[in-house]
């Protein structure tokens, strides 16, 4: 719904952040709540389409925070976090390129944590209770669903790698 890319946006204006959303409902939502941020477009685009707009080594930083974890096997190849999907990121982020990712599905966590470390990813970071984590950065903003969840008990499991 934005508020975390407006939020990260507006604390980092020399930073220009691009954010895609497949629901253009939520779209417009997001971009209501960055009209006066300059440094920041929404996409109404699928994660899948993300070499159409980036050059190889062009992103410094990839969020995958909250997707849907497709949860039947079948499914597993439209998990944003699957080998194919990690393929292209590794030709897009930059030399010292990271993934952030973020869930509050524990079974995705596991799959996400699998398929990084099969791939060959260096993974500095994982835990799977961000929010009990001493080592979490109390300002990075939250998105909706990790706030939502968060005021729960219910933990969020994050990930930062290399490819």
Same mark, same amino acid.
């Given at each position: 719904m934005g508020s975390f890319a407006a939020k990260t946006a507006k604390t980092n204006p020399g930073i220009f952040y691009t954010a895609f959303e497949r629901v253009p409902e939520a779209i417009v939502v997001a971009a209501e709540k960055s009209k006066d941020i300059p440094n920041i477009l929404?996409?109404?685009?699928?994660?899948?389409?993300?070499?159409? %707009?980036?050059?190889?080594?062009?992103?410094?930083?990839?969020?995958?925070?909250?997707?849907?974890?497709?949860?039947?096997?079948?499914?597993?190849?439209?998990?944003?976090?699957?080998?194919?999907?990690?393929?292209?990121?590794?030709? *897009? *982020?930059?030399?010292?390129?990271?993934?952030?990712?973020?869930?509050?599905?524990?079974? *995705?966590?596991?799959?996400?944590?699998?398929?990084?470390?099969?791939?060959?990813?260096?993974?500095?970071?994982?835990?799977?209770? %961000?929010?009990?984590?001493?080592?979490?950065?109390k300002d990075e903003p939250m998105t909706e669903y990790e706030s939502k969840f968060a005021a729960k008990g219910q933990p969020i499991g994050r990930i930062v790698a290399l490819p």
């Open positions: 929404f996409a109404c685009r699928d994660a899948c389409e993300l070499e159409l %707009w980036f050059r190889p080594n062009e992103i410094e930083r990839l969020y995958i925070q909250f997707c849907d974890p497709w949860h039947k096997k079948k499914h597993s190849k439209r998990r944003m976090t699957h080998s194919n999907y990690l393929e292209k990121y590794s030709e *897009l *982020l930059s030399k010292n390129g990271e993934l952030v990712f973020k869930t509050d599905n524990m079974p *995705l966590f596991e799959f996400t944590l699998e398929e990084l470390t099969a791939a060959g990813w260096e993974i500095l970071t994982a835990t799977r209770d %961000w929010h009990g984590d001493p080592s979490r950065d």
